[in-house]
């Protein structure tokens, strides 16, 4: 068992919880149980404030990952002298506009990929935009594949998540669509994102119930940055759906 338990592996939408102080380190407050999501996979860590039982609101500036299953989180400057002890309760709540654009994106990256079937060389993903690198030297149509994107977001498609072992990803390699990144191993097993009959691969970040929820959104810019890689930029054109 990790030290940290993620509960935004099994619900995305938890916006705080209650949990316990396990250590206070110089890179962050390691927490029992938490909402926050760690740097990774070209997602930003969580901000947000930790709320002691006497009042304090200490702010949380970043979210990385630790050893052993540990999820550190960062600690404004002046709010680190203020630091909870270990053992006590506190509660963890996150900066939810920030995180809820975060899933927004990081969903739309996978139906971006899903239009563009080449292997991704990279990504990144902000609260308003994001972006992956493709390895091909063919033309992207920005219109195009905006149009493509756009109709499988108003299709509403759900999204859901499944859990496979080490051993069952490497009987499936086609699963990984990263070149660079290969998911983490060791643990026992691989968290898997799908959109049914659009998308299936590994995945630990947060994202949408339903593509729906994404909003409208353009491809800006399609870039070459290298002989076998082009950069394509999404950002939303549009306010969230209802879904």
Request: hydrophobic share 35%.
């Amino acid at each position: 068992m990790p030290i940290t338990e993620p509960l935004f592996q099994q619900d995305a939408y938890l916006r705080q919880c209650t949990a316990r102080v396990v250590e206070v380190t110089p890179d962050g407050v390691v927490l029992d149980r938490t909402v926050f999501y760690p740097l990774g996979g070209g997602q930003p860590g969580d901000t947000g404030v930790l709320r002691t039982p006497d009042g304090r609101e200490l702010r949380v500036v970043d979210t990385r990952k630790g050893e052993g299953g540990r999820i550190l989180h960062l600690l404004a400057t002046d709010a680190t002298v203020q630091a909870p002890a270990v053992g006590e309760a506190v509660e963890a709540a996150l900066d939810w506009e920030r995180r809820h654009a975060h899933m927004r994106m990081h969903t739309c990256l996978h139906l971006l990929g899903s239009v563009l079937h080449y292997g991704v060389t990279g990504g990144q993903i902000a609260a308003d935009k994001g972006r992956l690198d493709f390895d091909t030297q063919d033309e992207i149509d920005k219109e195009r594949v905006s149009e493509a994107v756009n109709a499988l977001i108003a299709a509403n498609h759900p999204i859901r998540s499944q859990w496979i072992s080490d051993e069952e990803l490497d009987r499936q390699p086609e699963l990984v669509r990263t070149m660079s990144v290969q998911p983490p191993r060791g643990a026992g097993r691989i968290r898997l994102l799908e959109i049914p009959g659009v998308d299936l691969q590994p995945c630990g970040g947060t994202h949408v119930a339903a593509t729906g929820e994404i909003g409208t959104v353009a491809v800006t810019k399609v870039e070459s940055k290298g002989r076998r890689n082009k950069r394509v930029y999404v950002a939303f054109a549009g306010a969230p759906g209802s879904a």
